[in-house]
């Protein structure tokens, strides 16, 4: 299965046990700044254990590897779980919504956007930058973080709320990369 054909199966299989989501990760990032390959498709979703258990059927275990026991403490414990496409290797991590202030507020701003005939529900460019400047941090730096961050403001830039932008950076401590990127933008 086509990672587009993935995306679009979980978002239908999302709306139908009526899950609130948003679509967030390399994904959005392409779809807001500069496209590139990515294997993973990252989800935040709010899921409760019954609409779980219908999930878990939606995704047969002759095409699918989803780790019941796993998905349940995720959704218990607010982590996360994967869903993998077995023939093709595509994988899905879905990330349960927590209750940190900029997790709810990021999930607040998501929006409709629609992309090859397909609606998704996504992060803001906003969010998008601020998530991919917390993982360049969190993973001691990472450039390839950075730079879909940078690609997402330069492509967004004049759109942007910059003030949001700033006192998030400031919550989240990355203040130092939000500067750096600043710096190096070229907007296009």
Do not use: C
């Amino acid at each position: 299965m086509l990672q587009r054909e993935l995306l679009e199966r979980v978002v239908d299989a999302l709306e139908e046990i009526r899950a609130p989501y948003m679509v967030t990760g390399a994904i959005v990032s392409s779809l807001q700044g500069a496209p590139r390959l990515t294997h993973d498709i990252d989800i935040v979703v709010l899921l409760e254990e019954p609409g779980l258990e219908h999930l878990v059927e939606l995704f047969p275990p002759e095409e699918f590897y989803l780790d019941r026991e796993s998905a349940v403490r995720a959704v218990r414990d607010g982590s996360s779980f994967n869903l993998i496409d077995t023939r093709e290797g595509s994988k899905v991590d879905f990330w349960m919504l927590t209750e940190e202030p900029f997790d709810r507020s990021r999930f607040a701003r998501r929006r409709a956007m629609e992309v090859l005939g397909m609606k998704l529900v996504v992060s803001s460019p906003e969010d998008t930058i601020l998530q991919k400047l917390k993982w360049a941090k969190l993973s001691g730096g990472s450039e390839k973080q950075f730079m879909d961050a940078l690609r997402v403001y330069e492509v967004q830039s004049g759109k942007l709320d910059i003030d949001y932008l700033e006192r998030w950076a400031g919550e989240l401590e990355v203040k130092p990369l939000l500067q750096r990127l600043k710096e190096e933008a070229s907007p296009v």
